[in-house]
């Protein structure tokens, strides 16, 4: 086959220029840049239908046209550089960059194509609010790294993804596009990122990431965070730094995936005891451990009243966690309006651990409700065969992660003074309080009607069972659990919601 061959005369630069809105076309041959030949396209298209050889060469954009790179065969280019007065440069297939892709100026559009960036060198230079890389369109850089040693603020392909960890990742894909994703509560930027690490978990990891002004979306900046794709949910992070006019957010996080950022939701951290499964200062997580909890909420399939709420799942890795933080059970949240106790605004199911916390739905995260508003709101709580209780007075939610402790006292949680026969919480001993047991048909009353079904229940007993009837959480429904609910219900108890 013959070959056209570029190649540079007494090691000077060869320029090869088209000018006119034409096309630089490889039909079928083999063109070899030779050295660091300079190929200059001014309103000129890239079109490879055959196999360019780039060795150290440069391939420059100039003009004032929009042109395109495209053909039959994946171009590989050591330099590409973007000088575009105006226009820019689209895509019209996958291509590769080997060396560095640099703005002087000009925007370089993926639509809808991926640009590979060689893993030994392959970066971006010269970014900025107007000369950069976009895809509303779709299409994503992509960057492979190896990360046997630990990255130390390491940002690979200068993508603005800057990771530190304690630990090894191995083989690392880097991708970053410019489509906006679908958060809980609106859009995100337009800039998201993929991390894959070959190792992934227990990171430990600190994850900065940039952003352009010209990327928000119409976000105030002053309200992003993090968000990840954690199956299928996204889990909001709190930013551990934050800087508006260096344009970054930085979180802390022990897994990486599809990360970007949006606005982020208002966080609570809770902390509440079961009295079924408590004994000797935490929670048994039997129904754990026997991968008897459903990864879908129970509440809806309860006829629990779900409002902006319902279908919540969570990853079977979330039940792999075990000691305090192990995962005892699913729970019921209500945030009500401050000026009428009654009104529910937002319900969400979360989880609740051995040492009290409740938690997100990957199993460590602060509670999170993101489309409420920061505001002053009463909190219920609520589980399946406990008595409900609620906050005993109004609490302020912000973004800012809110503390509140139901298990430090008494009076954390509202006492009706027309119930008489219990307080709102039982008394756990050691100062510890929590909710009461034993509701076991979840109508906020614990009486003789719950005794009858526990009674049923046992005829015959059943084991391995994720019901309401197994009062204290042990995945079985036996002699324990009737005789549990027939000391409940002496005295009858109410919930004070």
């Known amino acids: 086959m013959k070959k056209s ?15 006119g809105q034409t096309t630089f076309r490889v039909a079928g041959g083999h063109v070899v840049a030779k050295g ?11 079109v490879n239908d055959g196999n360019f050889s780039a060795d150290s060469s440069i391939v420059t954009f100039s003009g004032t046209a929009f042109d395109t790179i495209a053909g039959s065969s994946q171009t590989t280019f050591h330099q590409l550089v ?10 019209g297939n996958n291509q590769q960059v080997d060396d560095t892709l640099y703005f002087v100026v000009g925007t370089l559009d993926l639509a809808g194509n991926n640009l590979i960036l060689g893993t030994q060198y392959g970066g971006i230079s010269g970014e900025t609010e107007t000369n950069r890389v976009i895809g509303p369109s779709g299409g994503e850089l992509i960057k492979t790294v190896d990360f046997s040693t630990p990255p130390n603020a390491s940002n690979p392909g200068n993508l603005g993804a800057i990771l530190s960890s304690s630990s090894s990742l191995g083989t690392t894909i880097v991708r970053r596009g410019h489509q906006p994703q679908a958060l809980p509560n609106g859009s995100s930027i337009e800039r998201y990122y993929v991390l894959e690490p070959n190792s992934n978990s227990g990171l ?37 730094a934050t800087d508006a006019s260096l344009n970054f957010v930085e979180s802390l996080l022990d897994t990486l995936g599809t990360i970007t950022l949006g606005t982020g939701g208002l966080k609570l951290s809770l902390k509440a005891y079961l009295q079924g499964p408590y004994a000797g200062g935490s929670m048994n997580d039997n129904l754990r451990s026997n991968n008897y909890i459903p990864l879908t909420e129970p509440y809806t399939a309860l006829g629990y009243t779900q409002v902006n709420g319902g279908g919540e799942t969570i990853s079977a890795d979330v039940l792999n966690v075990t000691g305090n933080d192990a995962i005892v059970d699913w729970v019921f949240l209500e945030l009500r309006d401050k000026n009428n106790v009654s009104t529910v605004l937002r319900t969400t199911s979360a989880l609740i651990q051995r040492d009290g916390d409740i938690v997100g739905l990957d199993g460590v995260s602060p509670l999170n409700f993101p489309e409420m508003p920061e505001d002053d709101y009463y909190l219920s709580l609520k589980h399946r065969n406990h008595l409900g209780i609620r906050t005993s007075g109004l609490l302020t939610v912000a973004r800012i992660e809110t503390p509140y402790d139901f298990s430090s006292g008494l009076a954390q949680a509202y006492d009706n003074p027309g119930i008489l026969n219990n307080d709102a919480m039982v008394d756990l001993g050691g100062g510890v309080y929590g909710l009461f047991r034993g509701d076991v048909n979840q109508n906020g009353i614990i009486n003789v009607v719950d005794v009858l079904i526990s009674k049923s229940n046992v005829t015959p007993p059943q084991a391995g069972v994720y019901s309401a009837g197994d009062i204290n959480l042990d995945g079985n429904i036996s002699i324990v659990d009737f005789l549990i609910s027939k000391s409940q219900s002496v005295p009858n108890k109410s919930t004070h919601q």
Do not use: M
């Open 82 to 91: 973007l000088s575009k007065a105006t226009g820019g440069v689209v895509l």
């Open 204 to 240: 430990g990891a600190t994850l900065r990431l940039l952003y352009f002004d010209a990327e928000l979306n119409g976000i105030n900046e002053a309200t992003l965070e993090a968000w990840q794709n954690e199956g299928t949910n996204w889990i909001n992070y709190s930013p551990n």
């Open 5 to 19: 061959i570029l190649t540079p005369l007494l090691c000077l630069s060869l320029t090869l220029s088209a000018y």
């Open 36 to 46: 660091q030949a300079h190929i200059v396209l001014q309103n000129a298209n890239w």
